[in-house]
């Protein structure tokens, strides 16, 4: 074991205010620098040492979760030298410390010399580990306001509530109203605190992709907000009843940003372990100050993370680790699944990404039809792997056979409008808005309204088709092909039908002003007519959402990408799940749109030699 020497003294050192702290190297690579944080009240100087220990030797300690905020420096005393944190470390710093004794913590803007590219390249691969060890895990949302000690009361109620509940209903799932929120003494719909725990909801910690590995691998967290704390898992319980119940819509309260990490908190909490390329777009909603980070951050949670050919490197741009990880992905899978989560390109954070290499950065609407869709509703090529996909030397451009199907020819309007299902208000279009005006939003529900009409009267115009019933086939292009549930002994072509009108009466009268009415529209429906609407929302809103239905010269019919237009070629390529909508730019050089629901071509259908297998150089 190797200490760096070190005198245990709770009086701070002498501060040098004209020395600059200097970073000593770490003798090997496993080991780590804590700082231990003195005693001090209020307006005292934060004053405190860095520590090196061997990782496998480390005395108890706590690893703080924050973002590093606005660029605005602080100086503190660091072994008697100036070190100069950003103003949210410097706040963590001055709330965190005790009166009377000394604390031991881990922090990723002292702990690691960030401006050691060598170094930060070893650490990242230890940060696994040292969140594993940490004991507690301290979340720091920020400093606290005259409404922060509000939003934690109401927490607290909420999660109590929970835990009652859950003890008498396992899943209640039926949207809470106004009436019911008073007799269970929480406050009423107009009531501030719930305004105050929105703005905790959405405090920037949620949004960062590192907070992923630290929280998923804690043995345990604790949320701090100021002087105000509560345990982690406590304050699951309180989002997970907002979700549950639908209380965003009558408090506008959105838990979907802390709820977003129950995924991988509670995979990895059976021992389930995903490879990169599956955790990838689960984490597409988080936001990372340096744009690696979105793939680096994740590599202590995937199954192949370990593996040395995705070692951190600071020094690469972005663009090349995403071409890395995209080229990787395809040789070793066999398939090209990972186009699935090629975006929008007008939405780019990064410009020389070729067309084909999703930008982690950016979080499209549309979920992607592989994985959403299983095995049975999406194999387009039959099964077919993508052996003979080769790549240009510097990973821009892929080189795979397949064979063109069809073109895009009538196209409609993106659905993106909000969904009124139970359990969540907006889905995957909530965002932080300001309330819409009555005359606005009587205009948005009518943009709604005529998109659907639009697409149906698309797919009527059919003058030529492959489905000689149409409606039945428009259906099913809603939901992607997607199974419902068995409601009777009716054919089958009456069962989408019955789904479909279902949702069409619960839709109009629980669509309108943006979910507000969704209680009593629940609570009205028959309770059957309430299941197959609600059912065959979740199924459309997977398959269609950010998506525009389409009609091909063929007379095909289909769900497309936003970027899609008339000429656009429907294609089938090796190792490919789906059909992909391919864009010319010169003979025999393609650019990628994006992948495709056609109905008629998801089970191989089209992979039959009827068409000239032929190559293409996407760019």
């Not at 940003?257 to 990838?280: E, K």
């Not at 990972?338 to 020389?352: G, K, N």
């Not at 698309?458 to 019933?469: E, G, K, M, R, V």
């Not at 970027?563 to 025999?588: C, E, F, M, N, Q």
Request: proline share 6%; net charge negative.
């Amino acid at each position: 074991m190797y200490r760096q020497p070190m005198s245990f003294h709770t009086l701070a050192p002498d501060f040098d205010c004209d020395h600059h702290y200097h970073y000593e190297r770490f003798p090997s690579n496993e080991h780590i620098r804590l700082v231990r944080l003195f005693p001090g009240h209020d307006l005292d100087e934060v004053a405190c040492t860095l520590e090196t220990y061997a990782l496998e030797d480390v005395p108890t300690y706590e690893a703080l979760s924050y973002t590093w905020g606005l660029d605005m420096p602080r100086n503190i005393n660091c072994d008697g030298a100036v070190f100069t944190v950003r103003q949210n470390l410097f706040s963590a710093l001055q709330a965190l410390r005790f009166e009377d004794q000394e604390r031991m913590l881990w922090i990723d803007a002292m702990s690691i010399d960030q401006h050691h590219i060598e170094e930060k390249n070893h650490q990242i691969r230890l940060m696994k580990q040292i969140y594993e060890k940490a004991d507690p895990v301290i979340v720091w949302l920020g400093e606290a306001d005259e409404d922060t000690g509000k939003a934690f009361d109401l927490l607290d109620r909420l999660m109590t509530l929970e835990k009652e509940r859950k003890v008498v209903i396992p899943t209640p799932t039926d949207p809470m109203t106004a009436e019911e929120l008073v007799l269970l003494g929480l406050p009423g719909t107009s009531d501030p605190a719930w305004r105050a725990l929105d703005a905790i909801f959405w405090r920037d910690w949620f949004s960062r992709v590192w907070i992923i590995q630290e929280i998923s691998v804690s043995r345990g967290a604790r949320i701090t907000c100021g002087s105000f704390s509560m345990d982690y898992d406590d304050f699951n319980e309180a989002c997970h009843l907002i979700s549950q119940r639908s209380l965003t819509a009558i408090t506008h309260v959105d838990p979907l940003l802390p709820r977003s990490l129950g995924p991988f908190y509670y995979t990895l909490a059976v021992g389930i372990q995903d490879p990169l390329s599956r955790l990838l777009p689960q984490a597409r909603d988080k936001f990372a100050s340096n744009s690696s980070d979105k793939v680096y951050a994740l590599l202590g949670l995937a199954s192949d993370g370990t593996d040395s050919d995705l070692d951190p490197d600071y020094s690469l741009p972005a663009s090349t680790v995403y071409k890395h990880v995209a080229q990787r992905t395809i040789e070793l899978e066999q398939t090209l699944d990972i186009l699935s989560h090629v975006e929008d390109h007008r939405h780019r954070l990064s410009s020389d990404l070729p067309s084909w290499v999703p930008d982690w950065e950016v979080r499209p609407p549309a979920a992607a039809l592989v994985p959403t869709l299983e095995a049975d509703f999406a194999n387009a090529t039959r099964g077919i792997p993508a052996n003979n996909c080769t790549f240009s030397e510097d990973g821009s451009v892929l080189y795979v056979s397949g064979r063109v199907i069809d073109a895009a020819d009538h196209i409609g309007d993106t659905f993106l409008e909000f969904t009124p299902l139970s359990g969540s208000f907006a889905g995957r279009s909530a965002k932080k808005v300001d309330k819409t005006s009555d005359a606005g939003q009587a205009l948005l529900d009518f943009f709604m309204q005529q998109r659907w009409r639009q697409w149906e009267k698309i797919a009527c115009n059919l003058t030529s088709t492959n489905d000689d019933n149409i409606p039945d086939a428009f259906i099913r292009t809603l939901i992607a092909g997607q199974e419902l549930p068995d409601i009777d002994a009716s054919p089958p072509s009456t069962d989408l039908q019955v789904y479909y009108q279902a949702w069409k009466r619960y839709w109009v009268r629980a669509g309108p002003l943006n979910g507000t009415r969704i209680s009593s529209a629940y609570s009205s429906a028959d309770p059957r007519d309430r299941t197959l609407a609600t059912d065959f929302m979740r199924a459309h809103q997977k398959a269609g959402y950010g998506r525009r239905f389409f009609t091909t010269t063929g007379g095909r019919m289909g769900l497309c990408p936003p970027r899609t237009r008339a000429g656009d070629k429907v294609v089938l390529l090796r190792g490919g799940k789906t059909p992909y909508i391919l864009k010319k730019v010169s003979s025999g050089r393609w650019t990628f749109v994006g992948e495709a629901y056609v109905e008629g071509l998801m089970l191989g259908e089209g992979w039959n030699g009827r068409t000239e297998e032929i190559g293409f150089e996407i760019i």
